[in-house]
């Protein structure tokens, strides 16, 4: 058998192909997104809420309707690539900053309280806790990607990023990552020094991103495989010892919320295809932020929003056929779960009924699951029907749900606030909720 195709390598375009992308980057881009800013704005004001952050939605409706999967990922670097970029970037920063007496360096998306205590705090935090963390995990094509000191931890994140199972984790994921997780920890808040010999006195955060492998080489059930393999890695042994799951949350954006409540159906109802992740107690908390829940284009949001959000009902079958459909032409691979109520792939496209007993018993799992979502995205009705079933088959209240739906959001707000690295109300409210998890 031939091996697989590492989907962490950018795949390489022909001759042609190239002088395609460079035609959609240098023609059809600079009307497209002339095009998309009107037509943002323009509803944005119809609709009377706030202008701010539409233009970034102009340019991502760009990629994610102009441009290919490979071409996608021939212009984003891969995920551990952009990790070390990050990290060795933000780290320098906040070194700097201390350098320059705890103002943190400028950056395009600005910083507010630069010369408070907090903030330096904060930069001498990070300074001491950024390095470069690889944990290969068994298939040899996904790893966890480590923010934060794995040994000093005492409560763990499991991220699972977006970008429709092609586009490679942005600098956004991990900046959302570092403001609201680690430096949600009580470690992160009362310490002032920290250095090698530090022992953490504080309840320390750390976080560990999943780089897994991406359609439409890597077709479904894969990233569930990994996924589950991760967790697994996490609980027994990244940290030099187990993990009680009462101690972890696990959560992602997007097509990681997709991934988020794959996970959740495996330790409910365990896939043949993944390994078994035993649990003695349930987890901490589980978050989807703008989860990707169905491959139906019928809800009233996809007709209602294809015109403002960055994707759209044109974007969304391509991307479910690169994860779903077999490449033999037998159809898509979850449609047979799907018809025996099973609902790891796509949980809202089973019927009402299925979605309520498909999530029945969850507090077995998890005890609290956070569910955001923008009034202006198209995925909005997937993501108040995916509470509203964990709700109905948890009446007994061993499941926290707790769903935000914000006047003045699109798809994946906190995404946005972390590509501009600000700390803006998405990520305040994810903060918030992860120090209640923990800390209340």
Not at 89 to 115: D, H, I, V, W
Not at 239 to 254: A, E, K, L, T, W
Not at 400 to 423: F, I
Request: charged share 25%.
């Amino acid at each position: 058998m031939a091996p697989a195709l590492s989907t962490e390598e950018p795949p390489r375009l022909s001759p042609g192909e190239q002088l395609i992308l460079l035609f959609k980057l240098f023609v059809v881009a600079p009307i497209q997104v002339l095009i998309n800013l009107i037509r943002c704005y323009v509803l944005a004001a119809t609709r009377q809420i706030s202008l701010e952050g539409w233009a970034q939605i102009a340019f991502y409706r760009i990629a994610l309707h102009n441009f290919t999967p490979s071409e996608l990922r021939v212009l984003s670097p891969p995920t551990r690539v952009a990790y070390e970029t990050w990290v060795t970037r933000r780290r320098g920063r906040a070194e700097a900053a201390l350098k320059a007496g705890g103002k943190p360096a400028a950056t395009g998306g600005g910083n507010n309280s630069s010369s408070s205590s907090s903030s330096i705090r904060e930069e001498a935090f990070l300074a001491s806790r950024l390095a470069v963390d690889v944990e290969v995990l068994p298939d040899g094509r996904s790893s966890l990607l480590w923010l934060g000191d794995r040994r000093r931890a005492k409560r763990f994140v499991y991220f699972l990023h977006g970008g429709g199972y092609v586009v490679p984790a942005q600098p956004g994921h991990f900046e959302w990552c570092a403001r609201a997780y680690l430096l949600a920890s009580p470690a992160a808040d009362k310490r002032r020094e920290y250095d090698d010999d530090d022992d953490g006195d504080g309840d320390e955060v750390a976080v560990a991103l999943l780089q897994y492998s991406h359609s439409p080489e890597a077709k479904y059930p894969t990233q569930l495989r990994q996924a589950a393999d991760g967790l697994a890695r996490l609980l027994t042994s990244s940290s030099g010892r187990p993990v009680r799951p009462s101690n972890v949350v696990f959560g992602g954006d997007s097509a990681g919320g997709n991934l988020t409540a794959q996970l959740l159906g495996h330790l409910l109802h365990p896939h043949p295809a993944a390994r078994a992740v035993p649990i003695s107690e349930p987890f901490a908390g589980a978050f989807l932020v703008s989860p990707w829940l169905s491959t139906h284009n019928d809800w009233a949001s996809v007709r209602r929003n294809s015109g403002i959000d960055m994707i759209s009902s044109r974007a969304m079958p391509g991307v479910s056929d690169g994860l779903l459909e077999d490449g033999k032409g037998g159809g898509r691979l979850h449609e047979a779960e799907m018809r025996e109520g099973k609902g790891w792939a796509m949980p809202m496209d089973l019927p009402e009924p299925g979605r309520v007993e498909w999530f029945r018993g969850l507090g077995r799992v998890v005890r609290r699951v956070y569910v955001t979502a923008g009034e202006q995205e198209i995925l909005l009705d997937q993501c108040v029907a995916c509470a509203d079933a964990v709700r109905r088959g948890n009446s007994t209240g061993d499941v926290e749900v707790r769903l935000e739906v914000m006047k003045s959001e699109a798809h994946d707000w906190l995404l946005l606030e972390g590509q501009r690295e600000v700390e803006g109300d998405a990520t305040r409210r994810m903060k918030e909720w992860f120090k209640g998890v923990f800390w209340a």
